[in-house]
C-alpha cells in the first residue's frame, strides 16, 4: 500500500519554498473552508483552487492520488451513510435513500477529499524540520504555561512521518504471511479476526522495534528535553508569502460567503 501522507518530496517550487509556517496556517484555514462550503459551485471553485496549487508545487499527480487512495473507503462510507440516514424526499430506485442525502453525502465526500488533498500536499511539500521548527512558532506562547511545546512539536512530526512508515511494514507483513499460506480474507468474522493475530505480532514487534532504535538515534545525537537547539537554516518570511496568504485568505472567505 502506498501512502504519501507523511512523506516529504524534495522539489523546487513556489509551493516548496515557502514559508512553514504560512502553508500551516493556510492548510488549516483550507480544510475549515472546506467544510464551510455548502454550494456545489463553491465546492468547484475549491477543487480549481487545489488543483491550482498542486501545478504550482510541481508535485506529480500519481503521488498525489497515492495519498487519497487509501481514504477512498473513508470517503464512500460517509457518503453512504448521509445518503440513507438524512431524511428528505425518498428515491423511488433506491429504498431509504433521499435526494437530500444524496446531495449531502456527495458534497462531504468531496469535503473529506478536498482535506486530505491539503494535508497531503502540505507534507510532500514541507520538510519534516520545517514542520517542527513552524509547529514550534506556532505554539510559543503556550511556553508561559509551563506546556513542553518541543517535546509536542518533535512527537506531531514523529508521528506524522510513522504513518507511511506503518502502511509499508503491514503491507508487507500481509504479503509475507500470504507467500506463507495463511489465510485472511475467507470466512467469517470470527475467522477473520484470528486470521489478524500473525500480522498484528510481528507488526508490534517492528513498531516497538523502530521506537527503540528511534531513541537510541536521538539519544547519540545528543537530544535532551528542554535544552534551545539552534537551526543552520534560518526561514525568514519573504514578499511572495505575505501575497500568498493574503490573496488565498480573501478566497476562502469569499468561498464561505457564497
Excluded: N
Aim: with cysteine; hydrophobic share 50%.
Amino acid at each position: 500500500m502506498k501512502v504519501t501522507l507523511g512523506q516529504y518530496l524534495p522539489l523546487s517550487s513556489v509551493v516548496h519554498a515557502a514559508d512553514p509556517r504560512v502553508k500551516i496556517f493556510l492548510m488549516a484555514l483550507g480544510i475549515g473552508t472546506a467544510f464551510q462550503v455548502d454550494t456545489f459551485y463553491g465546492l468547484g471553485i475549491f477543487s480549481l483552487s487545489c488543483m491550482l496549487l498542486t501545478a504550482f508545487s510541481k508535485v506529480p499527480p500519481r503521488k498525489l492520488f497515492a495519498g487519497l487512495t487509501p481514504f477512498l473507503w473513508l470517503f464512500l462510507f460517509t457518503a453512504l451513510l448521509h445518503v440513507f440516514m438524512t431524511p428528505g424526499d425518498p428515491i423511488s430506485e433506491v429504498p431509504y435513500a433521499t435526494r437530500q442525502g444524496l446531495e449531502s453525502g456527495i458534497r462531504v465526500g468531496f469535503q473529506l477529499i478536498f482535506a486530505i488533498w491539503l494535508s497531503t500536499l502540505m507534507t510532500l511539500t514541507t520538510s519534516p524540520l520545517d514542520m517542527v521548527w513552524a509547529l514550534e512558532w506556532f505554539m510559543t506562547p503556550l511556553k508561559y504555561l509551563k506546556v513542553p511545546i518541543d517535546e509536542i512539536a518533535l512527537l506531531v512530526m514523529l508521528a506524522i512521518r510513522f504513518i507511511p512508515l506503518l502502511f509499508e511494514e503491514t503491507d508487507r507483513i500481509i504479503k509475507a504471511q500470504k507467500s506463507r499460506g495463511v489465510d485472511i480474507e475467507s470466512g467469517g468474522m470470527i475467522r477473520k479476526v484470528k486470521a489478524l493475530i500473525p500480522i498484528l505480532v510481528p507488526l508490534l514487534y517492528g513498531v516497538f522495534r523502530r521506537a527503540d532504535d528511534l531513541a537510541i538515534a536521538l539519544t547519540l545525537r545528543g537530544y535532551s528535553p528542554g535544552i534551545k537547539r539552534t537551526r543552520m537554516k534560518q526561514i525568514r518570511a519573504a514578499s511572495s508569502d505575505y501575497i500568498a496568504l493574503v490573496g488565498i485568505s480573501v478566497l476562502m472567505v469569499c468561498l464561505i460567503s457564497l
